[in-house]
């Protein structure tokens, strides 16, 4: 599933094409995704502004000037492309295959400073889309509750450390907890723990103090490299202009099991927590 860096990532691309432009017609494909759109989702959409297009943890949001925000989640294969006379630019990045177009699920006709058409391609329909007022947009079920933004200056030494302070759960299964930090998937928080030195059996309770500041530091600065990378290019993602993400080529533990360490030389082990594979060193993770 797309993390903090690649949802972000798509919000760069999808930035100047709509962000101030006007949504003059949305086509539906089919009535739904992983759940049903909201009602008369077309006809609500349809002749508003998009003021700002931004993100919440692994969600994108266009506010609207008709006082309502669309949320879109991409899922495990969901992707937006870019239709226009203006060339998305892809930097440095690897362009992805051409997705099928069978599964181009809903279009955004757009009128702005480069008009032009946004797919929505969505080949597993796990995403979905929803639309909730604007002023009541962190009450909502998607973000009630939800941590701080970890590249935003709420994500601090301090309220790291109390929110883990008194957690018995591994520290690894704390960094995925979205109302301890929102954003942070499985990739980041492999990469974060092993640059930090710390091994993801932890319980949060013995992480807390220097540990902690020092793996938040460390988590900010993973996501950082990843997001001027493009993201990870796991399975299905791809930048708003098709463009693959090349921070996995960068990844020291994640997806490297039996491999040698880069620091001692030690096999990359591989064990399951809930349910999802973690990657580390057991000899330079503590």
């Given at each position: 599933?797309?993390?903090?860096?690649?949802?972000?990532?798509?919000?760069?691309?999808?930035?100047?094409?709509?962000?101030?432009?006007?949504?003059?017609?949305?086509?539906?494909?089919?009535?739904?995704?992983?759940?049903?759109?909201?009602?008369?989702?077309?006809?609500?959409?349809?002749?508003?502004?998009?003021?700002?297009?931004?993100?919440?943890?692994?969600?994108?949001?266009?506010?609207?000037?008709?006082?309502?925000?669309?949320?879109?989640?991409?899922?495990?294969?969901?992707?937006?492309?870019?239709?226009?006379?203006?060339?998305?630019?892809?930097?440095?990045?690897?362009?992805?295959?051409?997705?099928?177009?069978?599964?181009?699920?809903?279009?955004?006709?757009?009128?702005?400073?480069?008009?032009?058409?946004?797919?929505?391609?969505?080949?597993?329909?796990?995403?979905?889309?929803?639309?909730?007022?604007?002023?009541?947009?962190?009450?909502?079920?998607?973000?009630?509750?939800?941590?701080?933004?970890?590249?935003?200056?709420?994500?601090?030494?301090?309220?790291?450390?109390?929110?883990?302070?008194?957690?018995?759960a591994p520290i690894k299964n704390l960094l995925l907890d979205q109302s301890i930090v929102a954003g942070v998937g499985n990739i980041y928080a492999c990469e974060a723990l092993y640059r930090a030195g710390i091994s993801p059996r932890r319980m949060g309770a013995s992480v807390a103090g220097a540990r902690a500041a020092r793996l938040r530091a460390t988590l900010v600065t993973v996501l950082d490299?990843?997001?001027?990378?493009?993201?990870?290019?796991?399975?299905?993602?791809?930048?708003?202009?098709?463009?693959?993400?090349?921070?996995?080529?960068?990844?020291?533990?994640?997806?490297?099991?039996?491999?040698?360490?880069?620091?001692?030389?030690?096999?990359?082990?591989?064990?399951?927590?809930?349910?999802?594979?973690?990657?580390?060193?057991?000899?330079?993770?503590?």
């Amino acid at each position: 599933m797309p993390e903090l860096p690649e949802v972000e990532t798509v919000r760069r691309g999808l930035r100047p094409f709509m962000e101030g432009a006007q949504l003059t017609k949305v086509e539906l494909r089919r009535p739904d995704l992983r759940f049903p759109l909201p009602k008369n989702f077309s006809k609500r959409l349809q002749g508003a502004t998009i003021t700002t297009l931004s993100r919440r943890g692994k969600y994108l949001l266009a506010e609207l000037d008709s006082s309502e925000t669309l949320i879109a989640h991409l899922g495990m294969s969901g992707r937006f492309t870019i239709n226009s006379h203006r060339k998305a630019s892809p930097g440095v990045f690897v362009y992805a295959q051409a997705g099928d177009r069978r599964h181009d699920h809903i279009v955004f006709h757009l009128d702005g400073a480069s008009p032009s058409r946004v797919i929505y391609n969505d080949p597993r329909r796990f995403g979905f889309m929803d639309l909730t007022r604007s002023d009541g947009l962190e009450r909502s079920r998607h973000f009630e509750g939800m941590g701080p933004e970890p590249l935003c200056n709420e994500f601090t030494d301090a309220g790291f450390d109390a929110a883990i302070r008194n957690r018995k759960a591994p520290i690894k299964n704390l960094l995925l907890d979205q109302s301890i930090v929102a954003g942070v998937g499985n990739i980041y928080a492999c990469e974060a723990l092993y640059r930090a030195g710390i091994s993801p059996r932890r319980m949060g309770a013995s992480v807390a103090g220097a540990r902690a500041a020092r793996l938040r530091a460390t988590l900010v600065t993973v996501l950082d490299e990843a997001i001027e990378a493009g993201g990870s290019s796991l399975r299905d993602f791809a930048g708003a202009d098709g463009a693959l993400g090349y921070f996995q080529h960068a990844f020291l533990v994640y997806g490297r099991e039996n491999e040698p360490c880069g620091q001692c030389g030690a096999p990359i082990q591989r064990i399951i927590q809930s349910g999802r594979s973690t990657f580390f060193c057991g000899q330079c993770q503590r």
